[in-house]
C-alpha cells in the first residue's frame, strides 16, 4: 500500500468533487445544447488569466501567480465572452456557431497577446501559466487546493438549490414558460453555474480541455439512461471517477498533463459506451 | 530594409497573409453552412496526427507530418459523423468529445511517446510560430521556407476547386434537399469541403497554431456575412479582409511595439486573431444594411 | 401519352426505429397531362411519398417509377418543389440566383453558368411575375414571393412532371392565383402535375384527380368523387 500525504491526498480530493461538478452541471449544459458556450467560454479565460496575472504582479502578490485574482480575471472575461455571443446571436444575421466560433478565437487570441507580454517581465513566475492550458496537478498549493474546493462548494450547492427549476428548463421550455419561471434567467444561471465550474477546473485541468470534462461525462451517462435524476448522478458519478483516476495517474507519472489524463479516461469510458449502447440514444 | 526584414518579417508576413487566405476561402462555406466549429475540431485533431506521424515513423519529413495530420483530421470527421448519425449524439457534444479526447490523445503521445528528443512539442498547437520562419539571405528557391512552398499549392488548389464547383457548393448549401433532388451528390460536396478545411487546418496549423487558425477560417467570412448578399462577393471579400487582417495584424505585434519604445515583439498569431476580431467587431456594428447601428436607427 | 409519369407499387415505409408504417402499401398512377393533388390530415405520409418518390427517404418495400423508369435515368424530367423548406433565408443568393439553379443539372456539374442560362432562368421569373424582384436577397422577398421563385427554379428545369409539396401554405390570395394559373398553362402544354395539398374545399375546382391517403390509400379517381362524405370519414377519423 502506498502511502499518500495530507496534501496528496487533498489534491485527490479536489479532482473528485470538481469532476463530479462537471459531470452536474455539464449534464443541464448537454440537454440544453449548449455545449458549444462552454467551449469558448472556456478559451476565453486565457486574457483573463493574463489581465489577473498583471495586475497580481503590480501589486506584488506572488510574483503574479496569485490564484484568486487569476480566477477572478477568468471569470471576467469568460462572461464577457458568453455575453458577446448572446449578443452576436440576437442582434446580427450571424449564427450561432460564427458566434462561438470567433468569440472563442478572438479572445483566445487575445490572451496570448497578453501572454506573450507577461512573457518579458522580468522576475514574474509566468511559466506557471502554462499550466493553465493543459492543467497541472504537481506544484499546486495548499491554499489553491482550498481555494478550489471552496468555489466547487459553492457552485454545487447554487446548482442543488436550482436542481428544480433547472431539470424544468431541460424537460419541458414551454411548460416551464407557462409556469412563471422565466426561462431566460435561468439560462443565465447555468451560464454563470458553467463558468463557475471553467474558473475552478482551470488549474487543475486546464482551459483547452475542461470542456471535454463538461460533456463527456453527461454524454456517457445519457447513453445508459433515460431518467433525468439517474443521468444527474450518473454523470456525477463518471465525472468524479475519471477526474480522480487522472490526477492520481498524472501525479504518479511524469510529464503526464492532468487534463490529458483525466480527458482519456473519460474518454475510455465513452467510447465503449457509445459502441455498446448506441441505440439507448 | 534591413536584412532583419527580409529574411525574418517578410517569410513571415507572406506566410500569414498566405495562411489567410487558404483559410479564407473555405471558411465562408463554413460560415454558411453553420459548420464552423468543424474548423475547431479539425485544427485541434492535427496535434494527435503530427504526434502519431512520428512515432510510427520516425520521422520530421513535413510529408510525413502532413499525411499524418490529413488523416487524423478525416479520422475525427469520421468518428464525428459516426456519433451524430449512429449514435444520435447531438453534433455540438459529438465533436466537442472526439477533438478533445483526441487533442489529449496527443499531448500524452507528445510527452510520454516523443519525449523531449526533438523539437515538437504542445507549444506550438498553443501559441503558433509565426515567428519562427526565417529566410537566409540571399534568398533562393533552396532554402525557401517550406511553408511558403506548401501554402501557395494550397491556395492554387482550394482557388482551383471553388472556382470549379462554386455552383455545386452554392446549391448544397443552401438547399441540400433540392440538390439530392436534381442528382448531386450531397456528401461528395460535403467530402470534399471538409477535406479542404483539413488541409488548410494542417497547413496553417504551423504558422498559427490550432486555436486561431479558427480566427483565420471564421473571422474574415464572419465580417464578409455582415456585407454581402452573393456567394461570389462573400468569398473575394471574405479574402480581402483574411489578407488584410494578416498584415495588419503581423504588423502590429512586429513593429508597433518597438515604435511605442518597448524592446519586445508581441506574438503574431495572436494580434492577427485580436485584429480579426477587431475588423469582425466593426463589421457587426458598422456595416451598411445589416449592422446593428443601422439597424438601431 | 401510354407511359406513366409517376407510378407507385407497392410502396411501404416505415421511420428508423419506429415500427409503426408511415406509408403502408401504396399503389396508385397519377394521369398524364392532367393535375393530381394528394390529400390527407396531417401526418398522413403526403410529403413522405414525395420524399421516398424523389429518394430522399429509403422505402423498405416497393418502387416508383418515373415514365417506366427508375428515377436516375429520368431526373432532368422531373421537377420538384419541396415544402416551404428549412432554407436559410440569410444565404447570399438572390431570386435570380434561385431560380438559376434549377438549371444546374442541365448545365452539367462542374461547368459554368452562361448568360444564355440566366435569361432562361430570367423567362423562368417573369411566368411567375417575379423579374421586378430578381436581384433582392432571396430573405428580402416575402412568403408569398419566395414560394413564386421557388416556382420559378422547378419551371426553368422545365420538366415534363411537378412534384410540389404544399405549394400553397403561407401564401397570399394573388400568389394562389398565379399558381394556379400557371398550373393551368402546365396542363395545356401537355405536363403532369401533381401538388400535396391540405384544403379540401379548393381541392375540387382545382385538380382533375385526386389521391386520398392516410398512411394507407383511402381512394382514388376523379375529384368529385373521390371527395364524398363517406370516403372523407375514412381518411379523417381517428383510426390513423
Known sequence: MVSIGYNSLLVLCGALVLGALCGLVGSFIYLRKNTLISDATSHATLPGIGIGFLVAFALGWEQGRHLPTLLAGAALTGALAAFTIGWMQRNTRLNNDVAVGAVLSVF?????????????????????????????????????????????????????????????????????????????????????????????????????????????????????????????????????????????????IEHLPAGAAIVLCAAALFFPSALFRRHAA | MSDIFWSIDFPALLIAMLAALACSLPGSFLVLRRESMMADALSHVVLPGLALAFILTGSLGSGVMFIGALLACLVATLLIKVLREYAGIESGAAMGIVFTSLFALGLVLLEKGVGSRVHLDAHHALYGGLELSYWPLPHTWNNIPHAIISLSILNVLSIAFIWLCLKELTLASFDSVYAQTIGLRRSLISAALMILVALSAVACFEAVGSVLVIALFICPA???????????????????????????????????????????????????????????????????????????? | MSILPFHVQNLSLHYGGQSAEALSDINWSAPAGQLSAIIGPNGAGKSTLFKAAMGLLNAQKGQVQFFGENLDDVRGQVSYMPQRTAVDWDFPVNALDVATMGLYAQIGWLKRIKRTHKEQAMAALERVKMADHAHKQIGALSGGQQQRVFLARALAQNADLYLMDEPFAGIDAKTQDLIIDIFHALKAAGKTVIVVHHDLHSAEGIFDEVLLLNKRVIAHGAASEVLSETHLKTAYSAHG
Open chain 1, 108 to 252: 483566445y487570441g487575445a490572451g496570448i497577446v497578453l501572454l506573450s507580454i507577461i512573457q518579458r517581465l522580468e522576475n514574474a513566475s509566468q511559466a506557471a501559466l502554462d499550466s493553465f492550458l493543459l492543467g497541472q496537478i504537481a506544484g499546486i498549493s495548499i491554499g489553491d487546493i482550498y481555494l478550489i474546493l471552496i468555489l466547487c462548494a459553492v457552485t454545487i450547492i447554487c446548482t442543488l438549490l436550482l436542481l428544480k427549476e433547472l431539470t424544468l428548463l431541460c424537460f419541458d421550455e414551454e411548460f416551464a414558460h407557462t409556469t412563471g419561471m422565466s426561462v431566460s434567467k435561468v439560462d443565465i444561471a447555468l451560464i454563470c453555474l458553467m463558468l463557475g465550474v471553467v474558473c475552478v477546473g482551470l488549474r487543475m485541468v486546464g482551459l483547452i480541455l475542461i470542456l471535454a470534462l463538461l460533456i463527456i461525462p453527461p454524454v456517457t451517462a445519457r447513453l445508459w439512461t433515460d431518467k433525468l435524476s439517474n443521468m444527474l448522478w450518473l454523470s456525477s458519478a463518471i465525472g468524479g471517477l475519471c477526474a480522480l483516476t487522472g490526477a492520481y495517474l498524472s501525479a504518479s
Open chain 2, 222 to 297: 464572419a465580417s464578409a456575412r455582415m456585407f454581402c448578399d452573393r456567394v461570389h462577393t462573400q468569398l473575394i471579400l471574405s479574402a480581402v479582409l483574411a489578407v488584410f487582417m494578416a498584415v495588419i495584424g503581423y504588423v502590429a505585434a512586429a513593429f508597433v511595439p518597438a515604435l511605442l519604445g518597448f524592446e519586445h515583439s508581441l506574438s503574431a498569431a495572436g494580434m492577427i486573431a485580436l485584429v480579426g476580431g477587431i475588423i469582425l467587431g466593426t463589421s457587426i456594428l458598422c456595416a451598411p444594411v445589416y449592422g446593428v447601428l443601422q439597424k438601431r436607427k
